[in-house]
């Protein structure tokens, strides 16, 4: 009875488990088809000047890409490396042939493979040594069904990168103590001028970690190659100089994902936060505060982003860039999300350049160079700078199952095909969201604009509104005399035209119905205001279909089956066990009713 009970419910489990995951599969997969289009290098738009093109084609989920310096010249000879998620890393050669550097860096298999979040994790960055010819690589592995980091280093006999490793070194001390998760574990790494390991930890998971020094969780750490703690590190241990706070650089760090240097080994990193992420110009031994709380991601960056963007690969442009007119900019790949995928997410996936000084911070305005605008579901993660353009990749396969490593090249002469950008991109790219919220995200300084088409039609008809345009017209200043016809045009307007003319003139000139405006006049092509003044003429009261009490269950079951790696097993077990009990039930009640005697 009691082996039934058991066996039953795993057995059942299995046919209740493979026809449910089908039929999600069949519709997960028919959607996809019904959404996607094929992958190319038109699904990503450069700046004015430069196009994209595909390099190579061919990869799994890459992470991070690292060009050997002065690579050879024949065709065999390496080009750059290349980190694949699940523990693989390839070298590309200067024919552009693809080879297996090393496989097995991690092992992991993840029940459930991405987009499930609780699959990111796993095999990370890589940066060279071009002294050794050494190549190190950061992961997280598993290790009795536990999550830990790594730094792993490749060695070859001669001080030249090679197709495959001679020599392997693990290093794992200052790591076994403290787990990892998905998402929250080692990141991307960078060798400075003054021949140290610099590399982001993620706090797993456990904010707390973050304050402390007595572990790497949350921290910048930095080390000699030989993984030493330098001596000069702001909290070396003289009397313990194995310690593990001998190696942090930095803490109070949330996941500290990318990381780069200037030409003068100053460290820039992006920290990832629960709704509000940051790029950092480090100081050493200083604590970034991250205490859980979306709140504290504000301090001591030197640019904030307002919502989630995922900035997930950062390189700078150096006095030696093949893009002499960016130099002294930090360049971060906005990675999107996973969870939000769409259209509407479009616009965080980005590559943006921030000018930046030494002591300064950020000296000018962030400036796009690529944006993704695909209609199918996409990560950006890796961006690196090579001999001939600005290389990236998409996370995801296109739905024929291809990955392929772009670049961004010099070709004068092109526009930006701003009609393929959406007003949300825009709004996104040009800044106003550091300004002005919707749907909760953006900046303060400027009112939210959620329901702005029917606050704005309200003051536009109102009585103040005309006075206000009687007062303006008597002014004399250049830019009131010059827009007055536009004024005259603007009253013998009517409905959504009249709206649309407002707001396309108040993106051109703030001033242009008001005598003083604390909005910037920002130097925007007429494509580009067409395209803002159309998304804005959309922001109108919505009202949110409310779900029923049985769509919001079975919302919330979905997620839970599709992001908790023990979902399937618990229902499975569960159904098991109720079946196998009602015909335990049924059953017993057949016997007593046929062992039943009945007296007359």
């Not at 240097?261 to 990832?272: E, W």
């Not at 093949?322 to 971060?332: A, D, E, L, M, T």
Request: aromatic share 12%.
């Amino acid at each position: 009875m009691i082996a039934r009970l058991i066996l039953f419910p795993f057995l059942l489990f299995s046919l209740i488990a493979c026809f449910w995951s089908s039929l999600l599969t069949a519709q997960d997969t028919q959607d996809t088809q019904d959404t996607q289009s094929t992958q190319s290098a038109q699904d990503w738009v450069a700046i004015k000047d430069h196009t994209v093109v595909s390099d190579t084609t061919g990869w799994q989920f890459p992470v991070e890409i690292a060009f050997v310096p002065n690579p050879g010249n024949g065709p065999k000879d390496p080009l750059y490396y290349v980190t694949e998620l699940r523990g693989t890393i390839k070298v590309v050669t200067n024919d552009r042939s693809i080879m297996t550097y090393v496989d097995g860096v991690n092992t992991y298999d993840p029940p459930t493979e991405l987009p499930n979040e609780l699959a990111e994790v796993g095999l990370a960055g890589i940066c060279l040594d071009q002294e050794t010819g050494s190549v190190y690589a950061t992961t997280a592995y598993i290790r009795n069904s536990t999550f830990y980091n790594k730094i792993v280093r490749f060695d070859h006999e001669t001080a030249r990168f090679g197709t495959a490793p001679d020599g392997i070194r693990e290093f794992t001390r200052i790591f076994d103590e403290d787990e990892s998760t998905n998402s929250h574990q080692i990141g991307k790494c960078v060798i400075g001028k003054d021949r140290k390991l610099y590399v982001g930890v993620g706090d797993g998971h456990a904010p707390h970690k973050a304050q402390g020094l007595e572990n790497p969780n949350g921290k910048i750490l930095r080390m000699n190659l030989d993984f030493t703690a330098p001596q000069d590190n702001p909290f070396y241990n003289v009397n313990n100089p194995e310690s593990i706070s001998s190696y942090i650089w930095a803490y109070g760090l949330r996941n500290p994902f990318a990381i780069t240097l200037d030409s003068n080994d100053q460290l820039y990193i992006t920290d990832n936060g629960p709704n509000r992420d940051r790029l950092i110009e480090t100081i050493p031994g200083k604590n970034y505060l991250w205490d859980g709380t979306n709140e504290s991601m504000r301090g001591d960056s030197i640019w904030n982003w307002s919502g989630s963007v995922g900035p997930a690969g950062a390189i700078y442009f150096g006095k030696d860039s093949i893009f002499p007119y960016w130099q002294g900019r930090v360049v971060v790949a906005q990675g999107g999300s996973i969870q939000e995928p769409g259209p509407s997410k479009k616009g965080r996936i980005t590559i943006n350049s921030f000018p930046v000084k030494q002591g300064r911070g950020l000296t000018g305005k962030p400036e796009f160079l690529v944006s993704y605008r695909g209609n199918y579901m996409q990560l950006l993660v890796p961006v690196a700078e090579g001999p001939d353009g600005l290389y990236f990749s998409g996370f995801f396969p296109d739905p024929k199952g291809e990955t392929h490593i772009f670049k961004m090249i010099r070709q004068e002469g092109t526009e930006p095909d701003l009609a393929s950008l959406s007003g949300s991109q825009l709004f996104q790219e040009k800044g106003c969201e550091g300004c002005h919220k919707i749907n909760g995200i953006g900046g303060q300084a400027g009112p939210a604009l959620d329901g702005l088409i029917g606050r704005l039609q309200e003051r536009l008809e109102s009585d103040e509104y005309e006075q206000q345009l009687e007062t303006v017209d008597e002014l004399t200043t250049d830019v009131h005399v010059q827009y007055k016809n536009a004024r005259e045009t603007f009253r013998d307007l009517e409905g959504e035209e009249k709206l649309a003319f407002w707001i396309r003139h108040r993106i051109e000139e703030p001033r242009w119905d008001m005598q003083q405006s604390m909005m910037p006049k920002m130097p925007l092509s007429s494509e580009e205001i067409n395209q803002l003044t159309a998304y804005l003429m959309t922001l109108k009261n919505q009202q949110i279909p409310k779900l029923s009490t049985w769509e919001e269950w079975h919302r919330r079951f979905r997620v839970w089956w599709d992001t908790d790696y023990n979902a399937r097993p618990t229902v499975g077990f569960i159904l098991g066990v109720l079946i196998m009990g009602a015909i335990q039930l049924i059953t017993s009640r057949f016997r007593r009713k046929k062992n039943r005697k009945y007296y007359w």
